[in-house]
């Protein structure tokens, strides 16, 4: 069953609320920390490595029903092993390249690559682990797990962590063609792409929620894509992912300069989107 009449999801359908990029600035901490306490977020994802990492656990200790996870970062991000010893992954200063094509192909093809990818996939558990929060789920900058390769080193690693529930990026184009989104080619193979992902979760014995939104929207997840959506959720378990922030920054300006955070934010405080799902929100 969909959304019921007046835009309140079904009882079929459960959402969780998500936002990525805790811990990659304070506006982004700042703006997880409200939209858990004033509005409908109850999930996120670390960036262990993230300039502001440290203040971001700290608000996590004082949000203890707050699910959080490991948002890997193995693009367009720092790493956590020093650049002397991962030097085929990241810059000289530690930073990895935005190139999501040239990484993909080194990943695959490269087995040095390849082996200093596993270490650091694992320093980074390792650092999760370290801040003593429990680790709920995982998943990835840019979604760079959907590579065959990073995936199943994140499954392999986090399976030393504990990790059973990894996010499988699927979003329904048939949903969002209703919600108003022409799917492209893009979306369509996206959507195809996702099921090697979902086998490997699988056989790992862990588990993904039915579907993902946020994708198509990334960046531009306001009130009113909110409220559309409410309307055509599918059944079944379904995590609706943010980057909310409270206001901007330099880092924020270099690196996602066309999103918006504070409208992403003000959605997820928005009264009307509490109301809409409020009989489906896990």
Request: aromatic share 6%; net charge neutral.
């Amino acid at each position: 069953m969909q959304g019921s009449p007046g835009g309140v999801a079904s009882w079929t359908s459960r959402v969780i609320f998500s936002a990525d990029d805790f811990g990659l600035s304070e506006a982004v901490n700042e703006g997880v920390e409200r939209a858990y306490r004033d509005g409908v977020l109850r999930q996120c994802s670390l960036m262990v490595a993230g300039e502001a990492a440290t203040d971001a656990v700290r608000r996590a200790r004082s949000m203890p029903g707050l699910r959080l996870g490991l948002h890997l970062v193995v693009i367009e991000g720092r790493s956590v092993l020093p650049a002397s010893v991962v030097p085929d992954l990241v810059d000289a200063s530690g930073w990895f390249s935005s190139d999501q094509l040239r990484l993909g192909l080194r990943y695959y093809f490269r087995p040095r690559v390849r082996r200093q990818l596993r270490a650091e996939i694992a320093a980074q558990f390792a650092a999760f682990a370290a801040t003593g929060l429990d680790l709920h789920h995982a998943d990835a900058h840019k979604h760079m797990h959907l590579h065959p390769t990073v995936g199943r080193l994140l499954i392999e690693e986090g399976a030393r962590y504990g990790l059973n529930r990894v996010r499988v990026p699927f979003e329904p184009v048939a949903v969002m063609a209703r919600c108003g989104v022409v799917p492209g080619l893009g979306a369509r193979a996206m959507a195809a792409g996702t099921s090697v992902l979902r086998r490997q979760i699988t056989r790992a014995g862990m588990t993904a929620t039915d579907q993902v939104f946020g994708l198509a929207w990334s960046g531009a997840v306001t009130e009113a894509r909110l409220l559309a959506l409410a309307e055509h959720l599918p059944p079944g378990e379904t995590e609706i992912y943010t980057h909310p922030a409270a206001g901007r920054d330099a880092l924020l300006d270099r690196l996602m300069p066309d999103y918006q955070h504070e409208a992403e934010l003000a959605a997820l405080l928005s009264p009307a989107v509490r109301d809409a799902y409020k009989e489906a929100m896990l």
